[in-house]
């Protein structure tokens, strides 16, 4: 039996096809995984802020729902992101709280490490 013209080269381009994807589908996989590696890093140290400033926040809605003034919900509302990154009055920027925790340290290093292309 043989060929036509089309039939080996349509042969040619799926046998190139799937020689791409056994070459380049290994690479992927490894920096999917490093992905969800530096996600579950970034995580863990998110949960270790959260769990750092959360006494912190609410001593900040505590006294401010102390003031007769001021209404519980505006409280809530106004110290919802204590702890975050924010802008100075001189404009520059005040860091985010505990940004420094060994996790977070690790999460910032691993993502740099990602972004950079380095591959363990």
Known sequence: MRLHISQVFW?????AIAAMLLV???PAVVFAD????????????????????KPLRDV??????ADQNNDSGYC????????????GVTGGTIPRMFWNL??????????????DGDVR
Do not use: H, M, T
């Open 11 to 15: 042969n040619r381009q799926r046998l």
């Open 76 to 87: 809530e509302r106004f110290w919802k992101d204590y702890g975050n990154s924010r802008r």
């Open 60 to 65: 900040e809605i505590a006294k401010c729902k």
């Open 34 to 53: 490093q992905a969800s590696d530096v996600a579950a890093l970034e995580a863990k140290c998110e949960a270790e802020r959260e769990a750092k400033i």
């Open 24 to 26: 380049w589908g290994n």
């Open 102 to 115: 060994p996790i977070c340290v690790a999460a910032f290093k691993a993502r740099k490490a990602l972004a």
